[in-house]
DNA sequence: ATCAAATAAATTGCATACAATTAAATCATG
DNA sequence: CATGATTTAATTGTATGCAATTTATTTGAT
């Protein structure tokens, strides 16, 4: 092997990771003005997100939806049934499920935050083809790595 | 407008930023096992790549390098000074720099993490072709968001 | 029916991330 | 050359993330 080129694979310039990496935190920051003005972080809002759709889920199902496990999602949840957004309560069915469920407050949320992908999307805009693009590339990755 | 679409962009699957955070997560958790095996963090592993290719740096350098700030780059800067993989000492021109400077354990270290990126490409198996694509929209969107 | 195995959340501990503030050093301008 | 502005790290405080463990509950095999 040519020497000089031995630790080329170490380079950030060279890693597909790293801009994945860095392009998933600025984009989070690119959202945070907008998050502010509903007082939610990015991670509370793709969990209002689920919330808004299904109206009713367990720890596991968000979890599973989200690709985060209960270390996260129980203090998360909970700040989010301070702000009166959700509702916690066991499942009389099984004692071992914690179902989530919106509140009236929570659904109203929806009327300002169904105007911030528009100001993020002016942040970035990418073609509509490239987007497609980076959309089913990601989705792809995403899936061969839950395998 | 319909009704009925309205909140569609508020729908996780209408989101091009969601799957980028998710894959971006999977990435970091793809690497953990083979830098489990070099006591490394991913965050220190990618501060170690841009120490084994410039040798010296400031903090700030490392900041814009790797879009992080000193918040998060001074434990772990200290951590990896802790594990002898580093030096940390002001500059004598100017006393506000922090110089970070590679050591020879630092230097050893590269020998091992030369073999990561090839155990982590099996995991995540794009064709070149793709990865290419996916590589060149995440850098423009790193671009335009840092404007 | 009983009890070991499995399941679902919660908890614990550690390591980021980042905004905001602080502290020290240097610069720049009158 | 004095001092206010700027620059660089460090610190502080809040919020993730996630592995590992714990707790409570339910399931399932005998």
Redesign the pocket.
């Known amino acids: 092997m040519d020497n000089s080129k031995k630790y080329d694979v170490l380079k950030l310039e060279n890693q597909l990771c790293f801009p994945l990496?860095a392009c998933a935190?600025?984009v989070?920051?690119q959202y945070?003005p907008f998050l502010d003005e509903l007082e939610?972080?990015?991670?509370?809002y793709?969990?209002m997100m689920v919330m808004w759709e299904k109206k009713e889920?367990?720890?596991?199902?968000?979890?599973e939806c989200?690709?985060?496990?209960?270390?996260?999602?129980?203090?998360?949840?909970?700040?989010?049934e301070a702000k009166g957004y959700i509702t916690?309560s066991?499942?009389?069915?099984?004692?071992?499920?914690?179902?989530?469920v919106i509140t009236e407050a929570g659904e109203k949320l929806k009327e300002e935050a169904v105007l911030v992908p528009a100001k993020v999307g002016k942040c970035i805009s990418l073609e509509p083809q490239e987007a497609q693009t980076l959309y089913k590339l990601l989705y792809k990755m995403i899936h061969q790595m839950n395998e």
Chains 1, 2 share one sequence.
């Open positions: 990496y935190k600025e989070v920051r945070k939610l972080t990015y991670t509370q793709i969990t889920m367990n720890v596991k199902e968000l979890g989200l690709y985060l496990d209960s270390g996260t999602l129980t203090p998360l949840l909970k700040k989010l916690r066991r499942s009389s069915k099984d004692e071992r499920n914690l179902i989530i």
